[in-house]
Every structure is written in C-alpha cells, then in structure tokens.
C-alpha cells in the first residue's frame, strides 16, 4: 500500500520562504518629454506611491526629470510583500540631434546585468542577490495617430535586445477611438514590418492558456493609456480621471481607454512572467556573452 509522506506540501514550504522574501519588480520609463509617464505610473499603483517630489499643483510648470532617478516602494496586498522600484528617464528623442540618445538607457539595463553578474560570480556569494535588472520597460509613443517616428523604431528594436519592452500610446484621450484603433493596427504593422520582436515571448514550456493569453496580449499592445494624478466626480463616484472640454475620461473605464488592461497584464498575469523572462531570456543572453568574452 501506498503511504502518504506528506511531500506535497512542499509548494507551502516554497510559498513560505517566497512570502518571507518578498519579491521584487523593476520597471523602467521611456519616452518623449511630457508624454505622461511620471503621470501613469502613479495611476497605476496610485494608491500606493506618494511621488517623492511632491505633488503638483495646477499652476507649476511641468516637472522635468533630467536624470536617470529610481524611486523605490514596498506595497503589501495580503502579506505579498513586493518592492517596486521604477526607474524614470529623462525624456530623450527632444533634442535636435538625437543620435544614440538611447545609450544611456540601454547602458542603464546592461549595468544592472553587469552587476547582477559580478554578485552571482562572487566566491562567498549571498544566497539571495538583490535584483535590480529591469524587468520590464514601458514605451510611451507619442499619440500622433500617424506612425511610429524612425527614432521610435530604432530605439524600441535597440531595447528589446536586453529588455522585455512594452509599448504603450501616450495621452490616448486625445485620440478617437476609430483613430485610436487604427494607430495600433498601423503600430503593430510597423513594429512587425521592421522585425522588432517585443514580449511576451512564446516558448515551448507554454501550454495552451498561456499561449493564448500572450495571443491576447499582441492583439492589444500597444495598450492606449491615460493617467491621472487627480480624482474626478462622476456619477456621484470619486474616480481617476481627466476632465476636458468635452466631458470626462474616467482612467478605469475600459470603454475609455486600456489603462486597466495595462495594469492586469502588469500585476495580475505577467509579473512572474516578465521576471522569469529577463533571467532567462536577456540576462542569459547578457551573461552568457561576457563569460565567453573572458575565456578569449
Ligand atoms: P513625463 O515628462 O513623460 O513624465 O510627463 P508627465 O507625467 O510629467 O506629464 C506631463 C503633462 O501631461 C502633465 O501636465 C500631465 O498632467 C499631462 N498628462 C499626463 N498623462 C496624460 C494623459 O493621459 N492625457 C492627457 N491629456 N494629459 C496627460
Ligand atoms: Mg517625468
């Protein structure tokens, strides 16, 4: 007869340890100046953050990030413990020569690799290396609703070698929706024309849902946001919202645009997945290059 030894609790014991550690999530920004990022990542974990400058009143003028800052955060839903660190850029493609305007971003990501690196090869190495690597990088396009500008196309095929890139299409709210429909099949043409390859990546551990789920996700992208750093009445409802001329845009209304669809796919379904991708995909990549650099 067969006894029962109880080893199927070890995916408690893993859940255990998992929770004691906590987990880490590290997304950059990129894009244009005034595109709204510094915006959109407070709506997305808006409950959560505080922006550590200070919020805005009305009537300063636009904040400016001038440099590569990180600005850290632990939130807590149901003793999940995550630390998010995101990373904000200063806004590149502003200049009037934007020659290799990306390399301080992409030099950015390869130093995390780099550093990630020299820990794991250490002799008395830690058993548990602090990440920094980006795990994700949000792309914001400008919502001209025409196409992709060429620095666009070079700079998104320059990331997505050592990042898992994700396109987004700034202030959609100043986009109709037959327009808006159309930039994204106009994108998703472009990006296919010109062979970048962005995530989510298909591999053969996949099973039928997941690869589903990734179809669904490449069917979307770019995701067409609108961030708010301000609540809005309506309908009585104190909600994230804009308010223009012509009425209100209330960020969580799918109807209005795909910030809660953005948001899912970044903390509901693929968090693990953007993480296990950078180690495995572009990390391995990065790592598998500088030791056989070492060996020549
Ligand atoms: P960043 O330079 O990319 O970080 O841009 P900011 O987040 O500082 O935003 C620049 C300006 O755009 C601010 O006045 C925001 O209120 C405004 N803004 C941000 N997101 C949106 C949006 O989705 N729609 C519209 N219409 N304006 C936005
Ligand atoms: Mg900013």
């Known amino acids: 007869a067969t006894s029962y030894v109880g080893f199927d609790s070890i995916t408690q014991q893993i859940e255990h340890k998992l929770l004691?550690?906590?987990?880490?999530?590290?997304?950059?920004?990129v894009g244009q100046t005034g595109l709204g990022k510094s915006t959109l990542i407070n709506t997305i974990?808006?409950?959560?953050?505080?922006?550590?400058?200070?919020?805005?009143?009305?009537?300063?003028?636009?904040?400016?990030?001038?440099?590569?800052?990180?600005?850290?955060?632990?939130?807590?839903?149901?003793?999940?413990?995550?630390?998010?660190?995101?990373?904000d850029t200063p806004g590149y493609g502003d200049q009037v020569n934007n020659e290799n305007c990306w390399?301080?971003?992409?030099?950015?990501?390869?130093?995390?690799h780099s550093a990630y690196l020299r820990k794991e090869l250490t002799?008395?190495?830690?058993?548990?290396?602090?990440?920094?690597?980006?795990?994700?990088c949000l792309y914001f396009i400008n919502p001209t609703g025409h196409s992709l500008r060429p620095i666009d196309q070079i700079v998104m095929k320059k990331l997505s070698e050592v990042v898992n890139v994700v396109p987004v299409i700034a202030k959609s709210d100043s986009l109709t929706l037959e327009e808006r429909e159309a930039f994204k099949q106009k994108i998703r043409a472009e990006l296919f024309h010109h062979s970048i390859r962005l995530y989510p990546f298909d591999t053969d551990e996949n099973d039928e849902e997941e690869v589903q789920l990734n179809e669904s996700i490449r069917n979307m992208i770019p995701f067409a946001v609108v961030g708010s750093?301000?609540?809005?009445?309506?309908?009585?409802?104190?909600?994230?919202g804009r308010k223009n001329r012509w009425g209100v845009v209330n960020v969580e209304d799918e109807t209005h645009c795909?910030?809660?669809?953005?948001?899912?796919?970044?903390?509901?379904?693929?968090?693990?997945?953007?993480?296990?991708?950078?180690?495995?995909?572009?990390?391995?990549?990065f790592r598998s290059k500088q030791l056989l650099a070492l060996k020549e």
């Open 45 to 87: 974990f808006a409950s959560h953050l505080i922006d550590s400058k200070g919020r805005r009143e009305a009537d300063e003028p636009v904040r400016q990030t001038t440099e590569i800052q990180t600005v850290s955060h632990v939130i807590t839903e149901n003793g999940v413990r995550l630390r998010l660190n995101i990373v």
């Open 258 to 285: 795909e910030f809660v669809s953005l948001r899912n796919f970044l903390t509901r379904t693929h968090l693990q997945d953007l993480i296990e991708t950078t180690a495995q995909i572009h990390y391995e990549a």
């Open 20 to 29: 004691k550690r906590g987990f880490q999530f590290n997304v950059i920004v």
């Open 103 to 112: 390399d301080p971003i992409v030099k950015y990501i390869k130093d995390q």
């Open 229 to 240: 750093e301000r609540n809005v009445i309506i309908d009585g409802k104190s909600v994230r």
């Open 123 to 136: 002799a008395m190495r830690d058993r548990y290396i602090q990440d920094t690597r980006i795990h994700c």
